[in-house]
């Protein structure tokens, strides 16, 4: 068996291509999509994050800026910027990048942004709502590998989905997203015990733990989905997943490509909720 790829640059093509109509209606109303960044220090991956999602929404016709600041840049100051940032109309989603420096406190800055501006769904209040089944903003990353799950037409009532990772980021809103489409979601981490024994089990693994390859062909279950979320720069400088690709790609029906499989679904998928605060504004 040889995996089908699951391209995920190929699929938020064709979603930026859907939203054209939405764009144009927005812009008919003099209402333009605006996003706003903030990047606190100077990470390269953030960096690189920062950039590529800007170069979409200015490729698109919409407004995004980015506001870099240096670490020093005090709690109390930041949040104020956010405050300025939440009264302002033509702004409709603000996005701090993470993570931040260790003096800044990571949720006490997000809960500062207003929910109805929190694009990237990391607030509490719209946390909260995603657990009760009824989110403002669905986070990006699991949103978009919900979008590549549908687009592969994976049933998903009734399936075991495996989640690795319990982060607020991915693996949490992860998880509450499978198991409302009707999935049998078990949530591991790193440190489980016997991780084998649950991931052969998979129908839907999706693995996000920041940790190069952890998981190898013969911890899939044969024909399983496999939706790869890591991005790490190994020794010789490549990017790698958190799935050992050689030996997975021979194990599962369908796999994620690293790069090129996820990254891009969570940059489109933070187009598209933006464009949602937009709307929200009529």
Do not use: W
């Not at 993470?98 to 769904?121: C, F, Q, R, W, Y």
């Amino acid at each position: 068996m040889t995996a089908r790829i699951i391209d995920g640059k190929k699929l938020a093509e064709t979603i930026k291509l859907d939203l054209a109509d939405r764009i144009n209606a927005l812009k008919e109303k003099d209402i333009i999509p605006g996003l706003t960044v903030i990047l606190v220090g100077d990470d390269p991956a953030s960096q690189v994050y920062v950039r590529n999602k800007a170069n979409t929404f200015t490729k698109l016709g919409l407004n995004s800026s980015v506001e870099q600041y240096p670490t020093s840049l005090s709690e109390e100051a930041l949040c104020e910027r956010i405050r300025e940032l939440n009264n302002d109309p033509s702004v409709h989603g603000i996005l701090v990048q993470l993570p931040l420096p260790a003096n800044l406190d990571a949720n006490k800055v997000i809960e500062t942004i207003s929910p109805e501006k929190d694009v990237d769904g990391f607030h509490i209040s719209n946390a909260g709502a995603l657990m009760t089944g009824r989110p403002l903003f669905i986070p990006c990353t699991p949103y978009g590998v919900m979008k590549m799950l549908e687009s592969e037409k994976v049933e998903l009532r009734g399936a075991e989905a495996v989640v690795i990772g319990a982060s607020n980021i991915v693996g949490k809103p992860m998880a509450l997203l499978l198991q409302k489409a009707g999935a049998t979601v078990t949530i591991c981490n790193s440190k489980t015990k016997d991780l084998a024994a649950h991931t052969k089990r998979a129908d839907v693994l999706v693995v996000a733990t920041g940790r190069p390859e952890m998981v190898t062909g013969n911890m899939i279950k044969p024909g399983a989905i496999v939706i790869d979320v890591g991005i790490n720069r190994g020794a010789d400088g490549k990017l790698k997943g958190d799935v050992e690709f050689s030996s997975a790609k021979d194990v599962a029906s369908a796999i994620t490509p690293v790069p090129g499989g996820v990254g891009p679904m969570t940059i489109v998928m933070l187009l598209v909720n933006t464009i949602e605060a937009a709307e929200r504004k009529l």
